[in-house]
């Protein structure tokens, strides 16, 4: 069965943390993995990868992916109250260019305590 | 550029009542997608279409969720009838096409609450 597996589903820290956040897949034909930033709203783009161990950077946000292992990480700075919210991790896949699919992991809940 | 247009924002329904929800997807783009999310759960993909085409509805509960994009443009999403599980936020979404470099853009999304 295709999944995605977020760790952990909550984590609180205090403003200047430094967090990792990490998702697992188990997919067939993987063609790419996001990350969303879901506050109380639709989920927003911030990264897209699909090449093994090139880093993505944002500002503070920065995320890397490991396709032999099948897992990616997201890290986030010196954090800031504004940085609370759920992060999803989605995988892209499939064996055609036009029956794709994409699942979401379950979301880390993130709370940045000042 | 104009992002993805839902509507109705909010929905309180009783129990075996029906509902619809429209999408109005980013302009040029041929994916769309309906999404189901549960409080403290991720998205729940129900269907993807590929302009006015069905790719994917294999998690569509299909005895009582109807989907339909006639034109390939804007789609709308019906329940009927509800039940008080389908409480949710039904995220609509949408992408240039499919492939590994076509990023998703979603809506603000249509929160059902059933009563």
């Known amino acids: 069965e295709d999944k995605v597996v977020q760790s952990p ?24 993995l996001l990350w969303y930033k879901q506050e109380k709203k639709a ?30 990480i997201l890290n986030i700075t010196a954090t800031q109250t504004g940085d609370s919210a759920v992060y999803l991790c989605a995988v892209s896949f499939g064996v055609s260019s036009n029956t794709g699919k994409l699942i979401f992991g379950q979301g880390t809940t993130l709370q940045v305590k000042p | 550029e ?80 509800a039940k008080l599980e389908d409480s949710a936020v039904y995220l609509c979404a949408s992408s240039p096409g499919w492939g590994a470099g076509n990023t998703i853009y979603f809506g603000e999304g249509s929160w059902l609450t059933v009563v």
């Open chain 1, 9 to 32: 589903l909550s984590l609180v820290v205090h403003e200047g943390d430094t967090v990792t956040l990490n998702c697992s897949y188990e997919v067939t034909n993987f063609r790419s």
């Open chain 1, 43 to 72: 989920p927003t783009f911030l990264f897209m990868l699909t090449s093994s161990g090139i880093e993505k950077k944002s500002g503070r946000l920065s995320s890397i992916l490991d396709k032999k292992e099948l897992f990616s």
């Open chain 2, 2 to 81: 104009a992002g993805v247009a839902q509507s109705p924002r909010y929905k309180i329904i009783e129990k075996r009542q029906s509902v619809a929800f429209w999408c109005n997807p980013i302009s040029g783009h041929a994916t769309l997608y309906w999404y189901q999310q549960i409080l403290g759960q991720g998205p729940k993909l129900l269907i993807q279409f590929q302009n006015n085409g069905v790719v994917d509805d294999s998690q569509l509960p299909k005895d009582r969720f109807s989907a339909e994009r006639l034109k390939g443009v804007d789609s709308t999403l019906k329940i009927q009838p």
